[in-house]
């Protein structure tokens, strides 16, 4: 096994989310870090800017590493703003460039045959593929044109398109498309359905994943986690992690190939606590791992000791038939599973007969949960006042999803004795100020926390949070079903920080504050 990323970019971005690769020895190191051989590079510039310096700064920046390969961004001509695509490809091939990279919806022109076709029809007749960026976004966004690249594959049959950055929102579009193009790839950075790449070698898809990364903007070490611990047998990793990038660039690699990371590293060197997770369905994404047992088996594969979860009927409308479907998934697994009650503010006494009815009783029930936004409510509305009263007499602890003006530092001192935990602090980039504004209040306030589950994974990031807040205040979760426990749990064992950081962070703090898990 040897890991070939596909999606490297080098040189600063406009706005510096992540730590940018100045020159091929920052990033050099960072791959070796991270046990990574080979790359396919960018430059930021030509991705956001000047295409065509940008990709002359590209050759200049990897001149001399053998083990950097170059792919140029390119797009249509209109009115002779970039070269013929004849010329362009020619002269592409002549510098060694391996594949070509669009941005159609950076660069503002439609992702159809009567726009592209003149460019890949050159791209086609080299044989060098076609990697399709649609740029970062959220998980919900639905912006990638399916249909049309659907179209361009069936008409273009000897030309390959490697689709980055698809999300857990896309997965039925992806897995659907699987069946219907073979000439299409999916590099997988942001893409973390649970148990995802055992699925895709089950199904027989596993030759149509490439690896990437999205360095230096996302941090590399969730898809690095996710592929080692993602159930592939011997032949699938091979071709994940390399096998098929080079045989689509043409690459026939002599590089001295690194050792890539042990399996063994992704693993926490304490027992973990995830202490974000769901049971149940959201059909909004796909939740194909269901059920306390499957949930068992991820766990074991990945090594997370325990894990606290919500029910998703119960965050939505029908609070008490969740918190029961909860309470049927916790009994069989004492030791492993344990449950949020969700508490609605808009239906109070529904909450209160189910905060006692759970938590009085000798169960599995650890704390509350509050989705503030789904329930249109902030966390000071009165309809919380009942259930954080008795969390507080309890000591318990309550994980919210905020609902954007939450009173954090006047509840939190109201409810001394309450541990409150913010959700989904990965959404920070380390740079934003209103992200800065809401998780610094975890610094200065006793009993306020952030867990780190989410989709988003900014290189870095999780050391500026550590800078902010101290790593005493920062507890792991997954989002589990909706995110997969590798992708998320390698946010913490493969980064840069500190063993004793990485202890407090993935079980040490939530043994301090979950008094009921044993």
């Not at 941090?219 to 045989?247: F, I, K, M, P």
């Not at 959700?423 to 306030?445: F, M, N, V, Y």
């Amino acid at each position: 096994m040897s890991f070939l990323d596909i999606n490297v970019a080098i040189g600063r971005f406009a706005r510096p989310i992540g730590e940018a690769f100045d020159d091929a020895a920052a990033l050099q190191a960072e791959m070796t870090r991270l046990g990574i051989s080979e790359a396919l590079v960018y430059h930021a510039l030509a991705s956001e800017g000047d295409v065509v310096l940008g990709n002359r700064r590209l050759l200049e920046a990897i001149d001399g590493h053998d083990n950097l390969y170059p792919c140029w961004v390119m797009c249509p001509p209109y009115l002779g703003d970039v070269p013929d695509p004849e010329w362009w490809v020619a002269e592409a091939r002549e510098n060694g460039v391996c594949a070509a990279r669009l941005y159609p919806l950076h660069s503002l022109y439609p992702l159809e045959d009567w726009c592209v076709g003149a460019l890949l029809n050159e791209l086609e007749r080299a044989r060098m593929p076609v990697l399709l960026d649609f740029g970062p976004r959220h998980w919900s966004q639905t912006l990638i044109p399916w249909g049309a690249i659907k179209a361009l594959a069936e008409a273009y049959p000897d030309l390959n398109f490697i689709v980055l950055g698809a999300t857990v929102g896309d997965a039925r579009a992806v897995e659907s498309l699987l069946y219907a193009a073979p000439n299409i790839y999916f590099e997988y950075h942001a893409f973390m359905p649970p148990d995802m790449l055992e699925h895709v070698s089950q199904s027989g898809f596993a030759k149509q994943f490439v690896f990437g990364t999205g360095l230096p903007q996302r941090a590399a070490e969730c898809v690095v986690g996710q592929t080692l611990l993602g159930g592939l047998g011997s032949d699938e990793r091979n071709a994940v992690t390399g096998e098929t990038a080079r045989s689509l660039l043409g690459i026939e690699s002599t590089i001295r190939v690194k050792a890539p990371l042990p399996l063994e590293a992704v693993f926490a060197e304490v027992p973990v606590i995830d202490v974000h997770g769901h049971i149940g369905s959201w059909e909004r994404t796909t939740t194909p791992v269901k059920g306390p047992e499957a949930f068992v088996r991820s766990m074991d594969r990945c090594g997370i000791a325990q894990f606290v979860f919500s029910s998703y009927a119960a965050i939505h409308g029908e609070t008490t038939l969740g918190n029961k479907e909860a309470a049927e998934a916790v009994a069989g697994f004492p030791d492993r599973l344990y449950a949020y009650v969700v508490v609605n503010p808009n239906y109070p006494e529904e909450s209160h007969e189910d905060v006692h009815r759970y938590l009085d009783a000798s169960s599995n029930f650890v704390g509350l949960k509050f989705h503030c936004y789904l329930h249109g409510a902030q966390l000071h509305d009165p309809g919380y006042a009942h259930s954080l009263a008795y969390a507080d007499e309890h000591a318990l602890p309550v994980l919210v999803h905020g609902g954007g003006r939450d009173e954090w530092e006047n509840v939190c001192a109201q409810y001394p004795r309450a541990q409150f935990i913010i959700a989904h602090a990965c959404i920070w980039d380390g740079h934003d100020p209103d992200g800065r504004k809401l998780h610094e209040r975890a610094r200065t306030t006793p009993n306020l926390y952030v867990d780190l589950c989410g989709s988003a994974a900014h290189r870095g990031a999780l050391r500026k949070l550590i800078n902010l807040i101290g790593a005493d205040k920062i507890l792991y979760g997954s989002d589990f079903p909706m995110f997969d426990f590798a992708w998320e749990l390698a946010r913490v064992t493969l980064s840069d920080i500190n063993d004793e950081e990485k202890r407090l962070i993935c079980g040490d703090n939530a043994r301090r504050i979950f008094r009921r898990i044993s």
